[in-house]
């Protein structure tokens, strides 16, 4: 079954019945930036934790979880780890004007660093709200433009 990461407007990995956010909030990186190494993802998603072990525990628990849904979903080279899973923000940035519109739903991830279950780190909200507003940036030029 083939698989979709939606974010824009929200976050959903669609044909999934996976609605946890910090599974998908962490496949959603990877989808956008790539192959990314373990220990620079454990500390990005869980600075709150002083421990590198325990963070490199989350990071493990959180992958265990992704691969129940589909076993080759995170795939692991070495200290790295990556996606193939296609996410509507690489569709949107390759897309024709009026296809790439018709993607965009809203902004990307959409109040996800209002969600109180989370606790994201300074530079991953970061790294949300830059995207958000580069995208959001794109959109209003592709409306410009028609």
Do not use: C
């Not at 044909?15 to 946890?20: A, P, Q, R, V």
């Not at 990877?30 to 525990?57: N, V, Y």
């Not at 992704?66 to 790295?80: C, E, F, M, P, W």
């Amino acid at each position: 079954m083939k698989m979709h990461l939606r974010t824009f407007g929200g976050m959903v990995l669609e044909n999934s019945s996976l609605n946890e956010r910090l599974p998908l909030l962490l496949l959603t990186y990877l989808a956008i930036e790539g192959k990314t190494h373990r220990q620079f993802l454990a500390d990005l998603f869980w600075p709150h934790q002083s421990q590198k072990d325990r963070r490199l525990q989350s990071l493990s628990q959180t992958i265990y979880r992704l691969k129940r849904v589909q076993a080759n979903i995170v795939t692991v080279d070495g200290l790295y780890l990556n996606t193939i899973t296609p996410v509507d923000v690489q569709s949107f940035q390759i897309a024709s004007p009026k296809e790439a519109l018709e993607l965009y739903q809203g902004p990307f991830l959409l109040n996800i660093e209002r969600d109180k279950r989370l606790k994201l780190g300074e530079e991953l909200s970061e790294w949300i709200v830059n995207k958000r507003e580069v995208l959001q940036t794109q959109a209003l030029n592709l409306q410009l433009e028609q």
